[in-house]
């Protein structure tokens, strides 16, 4: 089963507005969430991640925000710019996990236009 | 430092072939893993590890094998190819004494395969 989903496969913004990417997962015991950015032909990079023992992580245009109760964490890009345009991965993480192990989502396309 | 690299970039092989992928780290870091992404699916953990001479399975691991007989070193083995080993493989390392890296794993640049 898909424990962490990504119901969006792409989404499309202008310059300047907000970008939101939304994330859902299934598994109470994750406790840490992380998003990465992916451009083509390259690998993943980290871009901001939270922990469950809060529910907003802010790193200059970039916060997330965590919704325990709902098991829903989105992503917002303020403002967004053409060169945020890259795949966004969700993932998480529980504790106890062997490995430190991360569960990643399906990923969602963003496009900024210019 | 390099980072994560992976050796080769792209590769061609025939159904029933065998090949190696190479993830070295130069951070020394002690956890390793090997995901493939493909369409849709996001990626998907094969094999990890947690030290050098250690091994386990993740969520796909059949088909493949793996080795990490260095720290800096995570080797992954396909015996004999199938279509369906048609992906992209991203190799990954994390550091774990530092506690404020918050889960964060480093990626490598990708090996393009293609089992025809």
């Known amino acids: 089963d898909q424990q962490v989903k990504q119901n969006s496969p792409s989404l499309s913004v202008q310059e300047g507005r907000i970008s939101i990417l939304n994330c859902d997962y299934t598994n109470s015991m994750f406790d840490y969430f992380l998003w990465y950015k992916k451009y083509p032909a390259e690998g993943p990079t980290f871009l901001i991640s939270?922990?469950?023992?809060?529910d907003k992580n802010e790193d200059g245009r970039f916060t997330v925000f965590l919704n325990k109760s709902a098991k829903h964490l989105s992503l917002h890009i303020v403002p967004s710019q053409p060169g945020d345009s890259a795949v966004y991965f969700c993932a998480a993480s529980a504790r106890e996990t062997s490995g430190s192990r991360l569960t990643f989502g399906e990923g969602t396309q963003l496009t900024v236009n210019p | 430092n390099a980072g994560v690299t992976q050796t080769p970039k792209f590769r061609v092989l025939k159904t029933g072939q065998s090949m190696t992928l190479l993830c070295a780290q130069d951070?020394?870091?002690?956890?390793m893993y090997w995901y493939r992404q493909d369409p849709g699916m996001g990626l998907r953990l094969i094999h990890y590890s947690v030290g050098e001479g250690t091994t386990a399975k993740g969520e796909v691991p059949d088909g493949y094998n793996v080795s990490r007989l260095k720290k800096q070193n995570f080797l992954l083995g396909l015996e004999s190819a199938a279509p369906s080993q048609t992906s992209v493989y991203f190799c990954?390392?994390?550091?774990?004494?530092?506690?404020?890296?918050?889960?964060?794993?480093?990626f490598g640049p990708g090996t393009r395969l293609t089992v025809t």
């Open positions: 990954a390392s994390r550091n774990v004494r530092d506690r404020s890296s918050s889960y964060e794993q480093y």
């Open positions: 951070m020394n870091h002690e956890y």
């Open positions: 939270i922990s469950s023992i809060k």
